[in-house]
């Protein structure tokens, strides 16, 4: 996500950044089919759009991971 880059995601978690942030393409895990059509629909997909997925997935990154925000969401959360 920090990378700016558009994803091809593989996951069978409920964890799905790469779906919320609407920065890629989200796959079944080990599903070779799903994987060779991300990437046909990848490549098909307006250079445009994959920049935006990287700028989405880049903004996602730095509001769910930034060190500082988990510490204070976890000191609001568990703390006070």
């Known amino acids: 996500l920090a990378s700016q880059k558009p994803i091809i995601y ?3 978690s409920p964890f799905q950044p790469i779906k ?3 920065a890629g393409i989200t796959i079944d895990a080990e599903d ?6 991300a990437i046909i629909q990848m490549f098909e997909t307006k ?3 994959r ?5 989405r997935g880049y903004e996602y990154a730095i509001q769910n991971f930034d060190f500082n925000k988990i510490t204070d969401k976890f ?3 568990f703390l006070l």
């Open 10 to 12: 593989g996951s069978n």
């Open 47 to 49: 250079l445009e759009e």
């Open 32 to 37: 070779p089919s799903q994987l060779r059509d």
């Open 51 to 55: 920049l935006l997925m990287g700028k």
């Open 20 to 22: 919320e942030a609407q």
């Open 75 to 77: 000191t609001k959360q």
